[in-house]
């Protein structure tokens, strides 16, 4: 089935040729969307939603631990008051020894 572009036009009229091309053009784009773009859509969808599901995970993992450290601190503010300044020296080591390189949180106690 050879198709002479120039005798369609001749007989059909240049308006009629164009809307069948745009309609054949516009049949292509919607199937090859259809077919490869949705199913990847679909599962790139899938993807971001347990990733954003994780984030929040450890979203809420950061606040627990951060109310967790924020008690610790105030009950470490409390206890320096009774101890000694030995006591207060030692508790000082182990918290330096572990304590968080963060800039972000100061876990020292120590503004």
């Known amino acids: 089935m050879n198709i002479d572009i120039a005798q369609a036009i001749q007989d059909f009229g240049f308006p009629i ?10 049949f292509f784009i919607w199937r090859w969307v259809t077919e490869t773009i949705d199913p ?3 599962e790139t969808m899938g993807t971001l939603i347990k990733l954003v599901d ?7 993992d950061m606040i627990r631990l951060n109310t967790k450290v924020a008690m610790v601190l ?15 020296d030692e508790l000082d080591q182990i918290v330096s020894k572990y304590r968080t390189h963060s800039e972000q949180f100061n876990s020292t106690g120590k503004k």
Do not use: C, P, W
């Open 17 to 26: 040729v164009a809307a069948t091309g745009l309609g054949y053009f516009v």
């Open 54 to 60: 994780r984030v929040r995970m450890l979203d809420n």
């Open 74 to 88: 105030e009950h470490k503010s409390i206890i320096d008051k009774n101890l000694t300044e030995d006591q207060v």
């Open 40 to 42: 990847m859509i679909n």
